[in-house]
Nanobody
Framework: QVQLVESGGGLVQAGGSLRLSCAAS????????MGWFRQAPGKERDFVAT????????FYSDSVKGRFTCSRDNAKNTVYLQMNSLKPEDTAVYYC???????????????????WGQGTQVTVSS
């Protein structure tokens, strides 16, 4: 069974940092582009970041560029999202997603992804 399990969320003060992890199983991890999305209460699910299957390219939304860094460890079947300089508007449930050999810049919409995790809550206090 394909499973994506996010972890690392929590409560942090504005300006602080969190590192999210997404552990994948049931798929050939190195063949999938991974994405991070977030959804705040009453809002649609928005793109955050993507990383290609090799980890060679990343793409970020304008709202997080320069603050967040996406990386992956294919040996551990895990993708990470390092979040620095967090702001209250970053508060959301964060989801990881996988799409088979997607291309950076072309997979910023949730409907392009095949598999999803259950999400992890990130709350940034002011």
């Amino acid at each position: 069974q394909v499973q994506l399990v996010e972890s690392g969320g929590g409560l942090v003060q504005a300006g602080g940092s969190l590192r999210l992890s997404c552990a994948a199983s049931g798929l050939t991890f190195g063949s999938y582009t991974m994405g991070w999305f977030r959804q705040a209460p009453g809002k649609e699910r928005d793109f955050v970041a993507t990383i290609t299957w090799s980890g060679g390219s990343t793409f970020y939304s304008d709202s997080v560029k320069g603050r967040f860094t996406c990386s992956r460890d294919n040996a551990k079947n895990t993708v990470y999202l390092q979040m620095n300089s967090l702001k209250p508007e970053d508060t959301a449930v964060y989801y990881c997603a996988a799409v088979f050999r997607g291309r950076v810049g072309a997979n910023t919409s949730p409907d392009k992804y095949d598999y999803w995790g259950q999400g992890t809550q990130v709350t940034v206090s002011s």
